[in-house]
């Protein structure tokens, strides 16, 4: 968490450099001086975090720094609060030059804040070579680098952005797909419901995709819509993603009408396009059953084969669904299938592991089975492990892993945190933007990069913005925080966040904002 809070100290600072106000008493130096400070310092946070569970100096050292980044935010906040921009207006005006003179002794006072948090910077800066505290590995994240924009990153990013071709990888599964289509194609004429059920990052979506996009399903199925149900949901925006998928392309004045269709109107469109045609949807994720009741009225049952594919966690969903539906519980990886990912997941876009040493895969194969044939956790794994290449880090992994292991098992919000506390100050906070989406939505890539440059997550000076936009993309794509949804021209268009990690960008953005909110409330009580 330090990682982040050192992060966002220092774009405060940032932000604090371009007001007028840091012309005034020598502020401009002290700032940029802290500024530049901090930076360094955040360039080891990262892999000292890591360590302070077992080192007291590095603990130590860890929480002054700590205590020292809140102190600067709590300064700046007051600065703001206190001589912020003159108020426009006469009696603004007036008010202003009345307090002139507080406001001149309040600048003052906060440039002799700032001079002592430099003396404590120093302080600590002596510490940590007289106790001999240093950068523990070179090559975790931003490891010796001085500062976060240093050209090696980039290097590491254009390295990362070469192997993306995530969106592709399906591994094993062969009896499942086996078994759905022989259900999807099977003699029988009503239109029936196929349902896949099984725990969270099971895989259940990527099989109904696998489906879906097979060139058997391509070819049998002209009619196809995919749909994405959630927790939350409207029925009639369900309704209406079905007919834009259905339609393939829905222009102008199409929209425009089903825009400002009812659910009523909406089921009886949907029905309209279908009539007469064999189709396949897919409704995934769906959480209670009443959403396919709420959908099924507009599926036409014209006795040509048409097949309704549901994907859910909860077996009463999948069971209760429909009277006669195919329910098929999906199972975890086998122990083959679930290296193969791995192996898959690793490798540097030419589908080897061959970087790997024969201790790396040895190591590699111990925390696989502790994956317990969950996709999820494998891909992520891998994604964490894949930008680590010296066989202490994967031993440091391993150890962490081991630590906390549960039941002999891992967890997979354990796995997910650790990979989010791998991530560079900037990628956690372009990484926490993401909790800010609705759950399941489609997010526009470039729309995103925009945002996070709009925020001031990406600070580039050796490197356009957008490209390194685009490196973090690719980062957060290969360490599987995030999923590819759609490319054009091989670019990604669309991508998703999966529920789980969704919640954890929630829940550690909650954790982040009490933890200030308890150091600005102390300090001003
Ligand atoms: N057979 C597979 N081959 C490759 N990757 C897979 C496979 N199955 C799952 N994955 C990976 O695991 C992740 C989780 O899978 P998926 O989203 O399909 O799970 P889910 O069962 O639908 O979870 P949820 O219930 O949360 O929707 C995906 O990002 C995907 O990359
Ligand atoms: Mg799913």
Known sequence: MTDAIVSFAVKQLGDFLTQEIVDRKNLRTR?????????????????????????????????????????????????????????????????TYACLCSREANLHNISQQLESLKQRVLDISRKRETYGIRNLSNSAGEGANRGPNSRSIIKRLRRATSYVDQDRLFVGFEDVTRTLLAELFKMECRRSVISIYGMGGLG???????????????????????VC?????????????????????????????????????????????????????????????????????????????????????KKDVATRVDDRSFVHE?????????????????????????????????????????????????????????HKERLQ???????????????????????????????SGQLKHCFLY??????????????????????????????????????YLNELVNRSMIQIADKMWDKIAYCRIHDLLRDLAVQKAIEILIYHRRILNSREN
């Open 204 to 226: 259940k979506t990527t099989v109904a995709r696998e489906l879906y996009n097979s060139s058997k399903v391509m070819e049998n199925f002209r009619y196809r819509a995919w």
């Open 393 to 423: 880090e994967w031993h440091e992994v391993k150890e962490h892993i081991w630590r906390h292991l549960k039941n002999d098992s891992l967890e997979i919000s354990f796995l997910l945190s650790l990979s989010y506390d791998d991530l």
């Open 434 to 471: 993401l909790g800010s989406f609705l759950e399941d939505s489609l997010i526009d890539v470039e729309k995103l990069k925009w945002l996070w440059m709009a925020e001031g997550f990406i600070t580039a000076r050796e490197a356009k913005m957008e490209e390194v936009a685009d490196h």
């Open 330 to 386: 999906l199972r975890f990886l086998t122990p083959d299938e679930s290296w193969d990912l791995f192996c898959k997941k690793i490798s540097h876009g030419d589908g080897y592991n061959n970087w790997c040493s024969a201790g790396m895969l040895d190591l590699g194969g111990q925390m696989v089975h502790k994956c317990g044939g969950l996709p999820l956790a494998i891909v992520v794994l891998g994604g964490l492990l894949c």
């Open 229 to 313: 149900v959630s927790q939350e949901y409207s029925t009639s925006d369900l309704l209406r993603t079905l007919i834009k998928s259905f339609r393939k392309r829905c222009f102008g004045d199409e929209l425009k009408i089903i825009e400002k269709m009812d659910e009523e109107d909406l089921e009886r469109y949907l029905r309209e396009i279908l009539k007469g045609h064999k189709y396949l949807a897919v409704v995934d994720d769906v959480w209670h059953k009443e959403a396919w009741e709420s959908l099924k009225r507009a599926f036409p049952d014209d006795k040509n084969g048409s097949r309704v594919i549901i994907t859910t966690r």
């Open 31 to 95: 700032v940029e001086w802290l500024r530049n400070e901090l930076g360094y310092m955040q360039s080891f946070i990262q892999d000292a975090e890591e360590k302070q569970s077992d080192d007291h100096r590095m603990q130590q050292w860890i929480s002054e720094i700590t205590d020292i980044a809140h102190n600067t935010v709590a300064i700046l906040k007051d600065c703001n609060l206190k001589v912020g921009a003159p108020k426009s207006g006469f009696f603004n005006s007036l008010q």
